[in-house]
Structure formats: structure tokens, C-alpha cells
């Protein structure tokens, strides 16, 4: 009864919800300044729903509206996370005890595997990482089943409970989990016993990137204009799988006030271990600009984005889907905005697209190296007349480009400090410098190519005049 008061004091005294007309100003002037074709957003406060829409359209040109179904990518990990912790509070499942004990297909080519338990499967201290298990450029699994085998030959990186790492495929593990405890497929777990107990009928998981429906499919961002493109090959059930939209999310967003679960077990949720202060089971932990304490998790693919955020104090919950990739993230953008407006702030919009000025230089550098290859290759027989022996071999620097493109992604992996990508991810995350280096491996490879050709064919000709064959 006292915390009923107190919390109905607590959002007595809170900031007054944004209005539906200042919220969709905002969007829509987001959306102009930066080109983002579409978004849907999600706000809640206690048991109430403050606004839901779309806006914009998706990549085949439809409206986005609240009914549309929008990729949440990573925010599907507080979904997995419910999911265990339903099976926890029936008895079924202990946190605290080896995964392998629910779930003995578990094995990894390290004994210490045997070890890791189901609380740091969600709270992402397993000891797995991408250093050691190269989950996106891997042959990516068909199924949740899959997604485990293909871990019989992989090693931790640290033991069990040792350092947090954030990992896909513990949410993998967590769902297949689901899956061999509860006897029924995740997507059927999650149907049955999330999604229509909520209300949440728009709502389903997936487990590849073609499964995604045209309405989630996104976009990348180039000079400022927004390209439709397929998703690159990934497999995400469990760990960035679900599907909604924003009336869905708004259902979602007060179930966290309580619903689905005790309690106790939302506190469990929202209690980060040791080894990590800042993420709990499925849910980060923060604290908005005016210090307010926060539960989030926010959720990138290569074409969309997405964004949940729950103010615990005030009772407001916040969910944002957008349809272009993490490179401009524009979800946690908005999401910044609107948690501005909550608060009482004036949004920041941005006066251009993000990251227009490096995309037009890296067009005019574009420009300038297919130039230049041109008029390097244009002169290639005057450069063959008038350099001979170890002076040709220099050709080679003219292949470094070529060499610094097909090496892209272990690049990558060296600078994120061993984070896993495939090839065409890179080209995904910078669109505008990929197509440089491409244009540079070109430029360089002709240019190369043509001057050895005519090496090879005044040597030949100065072979014939002297008589030498």
C-alpha cells in the first residue's frame, strides 16, 4: 500500500508528459534536418499511453504508422531475459546454476564453459567475446539449435563471471535455453506467453535477416540521401530477432511497471553483477542529463536502429524505431530528443544530415583518384620507357590500396579492440570511405596493371632490335 502512495506521489511531482503535437514537431523536424525516411515512437507514462505513431515511410514506400512492424534489433534481449526470468519464478530454471544443466548441448572446447551459469549468459559475463568466437563472420546458423552447435569448437576469452563482454550469442544460448526448458520454439515461447498476454499482436521473432518483412527492411544514409538496401547476412533470434511496432512497444513499456513478472524478479532484472555496474540482465543502467536513474537498451542493425528507455522515478517508458543503420543511429538520437522533452528541455535537432561534410570529401577524393588513375594509366608507356629494373618494382605500392580493402575487416577488428565484422559490414558502417578504397584499389590496380603490360611489351621490343630473339 505505501509503495502504491508513493509511487503515485512520484508521478504526481513528475515533469508533464510531453503533448502528441510537440513530440511529432519535433520527429518531423528531426526527420527534414537529417533525411531519416521513417520512425516510430512509443511513450508511456505508469499505466497510460502519452503518444504512439509513425511517421515518414519505410524502404518500399509505405507509411509508417504505430501498426507498423519495425526491427528492434538488441532491444530484443529484454525480451529473451523476461523469458528466463518467467521460467525462473516457475522453478524451472535457477540463475545461478550451469547452463549446462538445463541445456547439455551446451559444450565449448574449454572445460571452464561447464562453469558458466544462466545469470551470466544475460548479464554478458559468460567469458564469451568476439575475440575468441568470431560470431558474425562465421557461417551464420539456421536455427537456435545451430547457433549453439557451432559452439563446440570455440574457447572463452575469460573465465566464467570474470569481465563483462558483450556477446550475441549468449542470447542465443539463453533462447535455446527457453526453447529446451519450456519444450516449445522461442518464437511460440514468446507468442504465448509474451506477446498475446500483452496484447503485443503485431509482435513475432525471427531468426535470419531475410525473414525480416519488407515494412522492417532499412536503409543506409550516403551524401545525405537514404539508400534502400538489404540487411547483410546475420543470424539474431534471441538476441536482436523481434519484430513490433510502436503501439506493440507502448504495451511493452508498462508491462515493465508491472505485469509479467513479480517484483522481485524486475528487481533481479535491473541488478547488474559484480564484474559489470552498468548491465544488468538484458537492461543497461544510466541516468538521464538531469540525473533522473534509467533502464535502456538500445538495439543496432546495419540498416535500422531502435531505442527503449524506462524512467523508473517518473514512470515514463520511451520506445523509438528508425530505418537507417547504427553508422547514424538515429533511434538513440531521437531517443536523446525526446527524453528532452520529458525532462522539459529543448530537443537538439541537427542543422544537416550527419556526417554530410566527410561524405562530400570523401566523394571529392573519389573523384580526384579515378582522375588520376586515368591519367596514370594514360602515361603508362612513357612512365615503362623511362624506369627500368628495381625501379618497376615499386609497382607494388600502387597495390597498397587493394591490399587495405580486401583487409578491411580484420582492420576493423584491430581498431574495436577485437570486435567481430564481415567485409560487407564495413562497407555498411562507412559507406563513403568503402567506396574511396574501392575506387583506390581500382585506380591502383589499373594503374599498376597498365604500366607492367607496357614494361613488359617495350622490353619485349627492345629484346627484338638487339637481336635477342
Same mark, same amino acid.
Given at each position: 500500500m505505501l509503495i502504491n502512495v508513493l509511487t503515485a506521489i512520484t508521478l504526481a511531482l513528475s515533469p508533464s508528459s510531453p503533448s502528441p503535437a510537440s513530440v511529432d514537431a519535433f520527429v518531423e523536424r528531426y526527420r527534414e534536418a537529417t533525411g531519416l525516411p521513417g520512425a516510430a515512437v512509443a511513450i508511456v507514462k505508469g499505466t497510460e499511453v502519452v503518444h504512439a505513431a509513425g511517421y515518414g515511410r519505410t524502404s518500399t514506400g509505405e507509411p509508417v504508422t504505430a501498426g507498423t512492424p519495425m526491427a528492434v534489433a538488441s532491444v530484443s534481449k529484454s525480451f529473451t531475459s523476461?523469458?528466463?526470468?518467467?521460467?525462473?519464478?516457475?522453478?524451472?530454471?535457477?540463475?545461478?546454476?550451469?547452463? &549446462?544443466?538445463?541445456?547439455?548441448?551446451?559444450?565449448?572446447?574449454?572445460?571452464?564453459?561447464?562453469? #558458466? !551459469?544462466?545469470?551470466?549468459?544475460?548479464d554478458q559475463t559468460s567469458g564469451m567475446?568476439?575475440?575468441?568466437?568470431?560470431? =558474425?563472420?562465421?557461417?551464420?546458423?539456421?536455427?537456435?539449435?545451430?547457433?549453439?552447435?557451432?559452439? $563446440?569448437?570455440? =574457447?572463452?576469452?575469460?573465465?566464467?563471471?570474470?569481465?563483462?563482454?558483450?556477446?550475441?550469442?549468449?542470447?542465443?544460448?539463453?533462447? $535455446?535455453?527457453?526453447?529446451v526448458v519450456s519444450g516449445e520454439p522461442f518464437a511460440s515461447y514468446l507468442r504465448a506467453h509474451v506477446f498475446t498476454p500483452l496484447g503485443m499482436t503485431s509482435s513475432t521473432t525471427?531468426?535470419?535477416? &531475410?525473414?525480416?518483412?519488407?515494412?522492417?527492411?532499412?536503409?543506409?544514409?550516403?551524401?545525405? &540521401?537514404?539508400?534502400?538496401?538489404?540487411?547483410? !547476412?546475420?543470424?539474431?533470434?534471441?538476441?536482436g530477432g523481434v519484430v513490433s511496432t510502436a503501439g506493440d512497444m507502448a504495451r511493452w513499456l508498462i508491462a515493465q511497471n508491472g505485469g509479467l513478472l513479480t517484483p522481485a524478479s524486475v528487481k533481479e532484472l535491473r541488478t547488474p553483477s559484480r564484474a559489470n555496474e552498468k548491465y544488468a540482465l538484458g537492461w543497461f543502467l544510466g541516468r538521464t542529463p538531469h540525473g533522473a536513474p534509467t533502464v535502456r537498451h538500445g538495439g543496432d542493425l546495419f540498416t535500422s536502429t531502435a531505442?527503449?528507455?524506462?524512467?523508473?522515478?517518473?514512470?515514463?517508458?520511451?520506445?523509438?524505431?528508425?530505418? !537507417?543503420?547504427?553508422?547514424?543511429?538515429?533511434?538513440?538520437?531521437?531517443?536523446?530528443?525526446?527524453?528532452?522533452? #520529458?525532462?522539459?528541455?529543448?530537443p537538439q535537432v541537427p542543422s544537416s544530415p550527419p556526417y554530410l561534410p566527410v561524405d562530400l570529401a570523401f566523394l571529392l577524393l573519389t573523384l580526384v583518384t579515378a582522375g588520376l588513375a586515368v591519367c596514370g594509366a594514360a602515361r603508362s608507356r612513357r612512365w615503362a620507357r623511362r624506369r627500368t629494373g628495381w625501379r618497376r618494382a615499386r609497382l607494388v605500392v600502387?597495390?597498397?590500396?587493394?591490399?587495405?580493402?580486401?583487409?578491411?575487416?580484420?582492420?576493423?577488428?584491430?581498431?574495436?579492440?577485437?570486435?567481430? #565484422?564481415?567485409? #560487407?559490414?564495413?562497407?555498411?558502417?562507412?559507406?563513403a570511405f568503402m567506396i574511396w578504397l574501392m575506387t583506390a584499389a581500382a585506380a591502383g590496380t589499373v594503374v599498376a596493371g597498365s604500366r607492367l603490360c607496357w614494361s613488359f611489351v617495350l622490353s619485349r621490343a627492345s629484346a627484338r632490335s638487339a637481336g635477342r630473339v
Open positions: 523476461l523469458a528466463v526470468m518467467q521460467l525462473v519464478e516457475q522453478g524451472r530454471v535457477e540463475l545461478d546454476r550451469p547452463v &549446462r544443466g538445463y541445456l547439455p548441448e551446451f559444450t565449448m572446447a574449454d572445460p571452464r564453459a561447464a562453469a #558458466i !551459469t544462466v545469470r551470466q549468459l544475460l567475446a568476439d575475440t575468441t568466437f568470431r560470431e =558474425k563472420s562465421l557461417p551464420q546458423p539456421e536455427t537456435l539449435e545451430g547457433s549453439v552447435a557451432r559452439l $563446440r569448437t570455440a =574457447k572463452p576469452a575469460a573465465a566464467p563471471g570474470a569481465v563483462f563482454s558483450y556477446h550475441n550469442t549468449n542470447y542465443q544460448v539463453a533462447a $535455446r535455453l527457453v526453447e525471427l531468426d535470419r535477416e &531475410r525473414d525480416l518483412p519488407a515494412s522492417a527492411r532499412g536503409h543506409l544514409v550516403v551524401l545525405g &540521401r537514404a539508400v534502400a538496401l538489404p540487411e547483410p !547476412t546475420g543470424f539474431g533470434n534471441g538476441s531505442d527503449q528507455l524506462l524512467m523508473p522515478g517518473s514512470g515514463y517508458g520511451v520506445a523509438v524505431m528508425a530505418n !537507417t543503420g547504427m553508422a547514424h543511429a538515429d533511434a538513440h538520437a531521437l531517443m536523446d530528443g525526446l527524453v528532452a522533452l #520529458i525532462e522539459g528541455d529543448t600502387w597495390l597498397a590500396p587493394l591490399a587495405l580493402c580486401l583487409s578491411a575487416a580484420p582492420v576493423f577488428r584491430v581498431l574495436a579492440r577485437g570486435a567481430d #565484422i564481415m567485409w #560487407i559490414q564495413v562497407v555498411y558502417l562507412y559507406p
